[in-house]
Structures are given as structure tokens and as C-alpha cells.
């Protein structure tokens, strides 16, 4: 018997890049990085002893290999959905209540399309948001406020269990009609041409960027700092300059004359991670939210 070791992550991310015939537009679906998409999908093919896509400059086509395992990767990963929300569904308790702290930004922006989205598949399940200040959306489950936390990583709480939901590509935020909203993507070398808005030292966001800063300093041109993302957007709309930014900020509602393209050379990744007391277990209503974000997350591109 052939003993094969797939996994649906590896499963996930062929069907993405057959779908979309193009690595980078899979990778943004999926919230990766190009490279770790490639070494999935390398992976894969090691595992089968198989190629299953063949590499042009412009796109990236199925072989015959490839064309024979999509419809059954896509049925699997279909039908174990299914299996997977029938199962909830009827585990799940009539007038549970999940409480979840998670911060105002994405209180504001993805938050509301997911808890709507999970209340469809789970009425009897009532949601309690906690918006919090990003650093207590930990001490908010240590004291019990909360079922889970969902923020951004980068802080220390190592008494916590952490899983990562997805990985946001930070991206460069232009008023529409600006010349960087006409780009594609938008290298660190372009935005040196433009007045700058950041957020203010110290900050997750603001500390991550200071590596690549690094390279540009000096030409740079930081003409407002900032205390949260919400200014930020503020300044952006009123044409007061570009900023770098997660992509999800900008899928809040009240967001309105903003373009976001892809920033490269390098790409900054942030993950967007739960956060779970390990002293008691995970409330099967977390679980089943936890995976309606993470679907949600790799079915929602960025908005451009």
C-alpha cells in the first residue's frame, strides 16, 4: 500500500494557486509569503514525486498531474468543511455565549463581517465583543473577560497559548488618484518621493517597520507621527501624505478615497494570532469561530 503523508495545508494552497494561476495573487489570498506558498506547494510535489504546475514568467498552469488532482483536492477540502460545520452545529450549545477582546481596529474592520458571517452558520450562539486597547486583549482572558483574544503578535504572553489566524502583508495607503495608486505594488524606494505617516515610535506596528526604515534613512519624508491608525486614515484621506499600514484597516466601513497597493523590497508580514488560557478548555464555539475567521481570511483579498 502507497502511504502518502498530504496535509490540508498543502492541499489548500495547490487549489488556490490553480485557481488563481499566479503564486503571489494565491499568497495574498492565503495570507502567506511567496516563499512559504512555493515551499508548500514544493513540499506537495516532493511528497507525490510529481510536478503538478508548470512556471512561465507571466503565470503558472496546472500539468496534466496538476489538472487530475484539483477536482478531487477540491471535493476533500469541501467536503471536510461540511463535515466539519455539521459537526459544530450540532455540538454547539443553544444560547452559548463566546466572549472575544480584540482590538478596536479590528473590532472595526473584519470583526463585523465575521461574527455576522458565523452567526449564519451558529444562531444559537451570541457573540460579546470586547474592544480593548491591543495591550489588554491579553489580560482580558487571564481575568476571565474573555473566551479568546484575537490581536496582533508581537507581545509577551507567554502564559497564553497563541495560534496564528492569518498573515497580513502590510500596505501602502494613498489618497485615490494619488501616483502610487496608479502602481501595481510599491517599492520602499518610491515612497521617498512622498511626506510620510506613521505611527509613533514604540508602537508593534511602528517597530516592525524600523529595519526597512533603516535602509531609507535620511530620505525619508516623516511628516506626521501619529498615536493610532485611525489618525493615520484621517491624514491619508485629507491628502496630507502616504503611510504603511495593515491591509485590514482599510476594510472598515467609514473608510472611503483610500487606495491600498502591495508594498515590496521588502514585504513586511504581520500576524493577526488568538489568544487562549491553557488552564481550561477552548469553548467549542471558540473553535468553530476561530475557523470561520481563518476561511474568511483566506477567502478576502486585499483591497486594492
Known sequence: MLHTHLTLRQLRAFCFVAQEQS???????????????????????????????????????????????????????????????????????????????????????????????????????????????????????RSGQADIGVCTSGQENRDLKSEVIFQDALCVACPEGHALAAMDSVEWSDLVEFPLILLKPGTGLRNLLEKPMQRWAGQLRLEYEVANI??????????????????????????????????????????????????????SSAEAFLNRFKKFAAQTPMRT
Open 23 to 141: 503564486m503571489t495573487r494565491a499568497a495574498e489570498k492565503l495570507f502567506l509569503t511567496t516563499s512559504a506558498l512555493s515551499m508548500l506547494i514544493r513540499s506537495l510535489e516532493e511528497e507525490l514525486g510529481l510536478r503538478l504546475f508548470e512556471r512561465t514568467t507571466r503565470r503558472v498552469m496546472l500539468t496534466d498531474a496538476g489538472s487530475e488532482l484539483l477536482p478531487t483536492a477540491l471535493r476533500t477540502l469541501d467536503q471536510l468543511d461540511s463535515t466539519v460545520r455539521l459537526l459544530q452545529a450540532t455540538h454547539l450549545k443553544q444560547g452559548e455565549v463566546l466572549k472575544i477582546a480584540t482590538s478596536p481596529l479590528l473590532a472595526a474592520s473584519l470583526m463585523p463581517t465575521v461574527i455576522s458571517q458565523f452567526r449564519l452558520e451558529f444562531p444559537g450562539v451570541r457573540v460579546e465583543l470586547l474592544d480593548v486597547p491591543v495591550a489588554d486583549v491579553a489580560e482580558a482572558v
Open 230 to 283: 485611525h489618525t493615520a486614515l484621517g491624514l491619508i484621506g485629507a491628502g496630507l501624505g502616504v503611510s504603511v499600514l495593515p491591509a485590514y484597516s482599510l476594510a472598515r466601513a467609514d473608510v472611503q478615497g483610500i487606495a491600498a497597493r502591495p508594498l515590496t523590497n521588502p514585504q513586511v508580514i504581520r500576524e493577526v494570532v488568538t489568544l487562549y488560557a491553557p488552564s481550561k478548555p477552548l469553548p
